[in-house]
């Protein structure tokens, strides 16, 4: 099974930030889309933000608009979720996934298996 490794997460305050980090191996992920999840305790895992092969196209959950960044260094086989102001409602585990197309971060097209995730806690 492909899986992804997601990495940076911890215990914030609330209004702080974490740069969260999807890595490789045995995979090159510039030739699909990427997403980042979110599952937070008794919820469903719901897409936070998803970026294009070649990055010229991103976009958000509408919760984290304005607040999360979505970015990645091909180069180094890499995508990351810059994550500032955040909230307790983000308190979740934090998974990313690979997509058998350039665009779309939809499960019918999901290629890697769920991996074991970053913990996220906002809290005082």
């Known amino acids: 099974q492909l899986q992804l490794v997601e990495s940076g997460g911890g215990l914030v305050q609330p209004g702080g930030s974490l740069r969260l980090s999807c890595a490789a191996s045995?995979?090159?992920?510039?030739?699909?889309?990427i997403g980042w999840f979110r599952q937070a305790p008794g919820k469903e895992r719901e897409v936070v933000s998803c970026i294009s092969s070649s990055a010229d196209s991103t976009n958000y959950a509408r919760t984290v608009q304005g607040r999360f960044t979505i970015s990645r260094d091909n180069a180094k086989n890499a995508v990351y979720l810059r994550m500032n102001s955040l909230k307790p409602e983000d308190t979740a585990i934090y998974y990313c996934?690979?997509?058998?197309?350039?665009?779309?971060?939809?499960?019918?097209?999901?290629?890697?298996?769920w991996g074991q995730g970053t913990q996220v806690t906002v809290s005082s």
């Open positions: 996934a690979a997509f058998q197309n350039r665009y779309v971060c939809l499960d019918p097209w999901r290629l890697t298996s």
């Open positions: 045995g995979l090159t992920l510039e030739n699909y889309a």
